[in-house]
């Protein structure tokens, strides 16, 4: 699979969170341009902070392959990793990430700041904004849908 490929079923998997009412944010990890694995955010349905897309991915690539190093893995997502999924991607040793669009509230490879830089013993390839148009436009749609129904909720005496 193409990485626009591989990005589309990340938003295949945000599309799949958003209906269920989760922040609309999938991610897929892949070896040798096949899919070991994809997952979207699942932080309301299971009650959970770390129910990120980027970790759930993780960890089903690391039961899938039978081992915490995904060396030869990459990890393409929707959104920029937090601070949080950052330090999973360092763990697990994912080669490299690609993210859709950039998170100026929480993303940590280079919009708030850049973990990546730091002197870890690990460095991913880093690469945005592919396919980030459409996944810019899941999270507005997603965010005005509910801003539109906390109103509305508001509204009612």
């Not at 944010?25 to 997952?39: F, S």
């Not at 970790?55 to 899938?64: E, H, N």
Request: hydrophobic share 50%; net charge neutral.
């Amino acid at each position: 699979m193409t990485d626009a490929e591989l990005m589309r079923a990340a938003l295949d998997e945000a599309a799949l969170a958003a209906a269920a009412g989760e922040v609309p944010v999938g991610a897929v990890v892949a070896r040798g341009g096949e899919i070991v694995a994809r997952a979207h955010n699942r932080r309301e349905s299971g009650r959970n902070a770390t129910y990120h897309a980027e970790l759930l991915a993780i960890d089903a690539a690391c039961r899938a392959l039978g081992g915490w190093r995904l060396w030869q893995c990459e990890l393409f997502v929707t959104l920029e990793p937090c601070p949080m999924c950052a330090g999973a991607i360092l763990n697990s040793r994912l080669r490299r990430v690609v993210y859709a669009a950039a998170d100026p509230k929480a993303g940590c490879c280079g919009s708030v700041t850049d973990l990546f830089a730091l002197p870890f013993n690990h460095h991913p390839k880093i690469e945005s904004g592919l396919l980030a148009d459409e996944a810019q436009a899941l999270l507005q749609s997603f965010f005005a849908a509910l801003r539109a129904r906390r109103i509305a909720k508001e509204d009612k005496p």
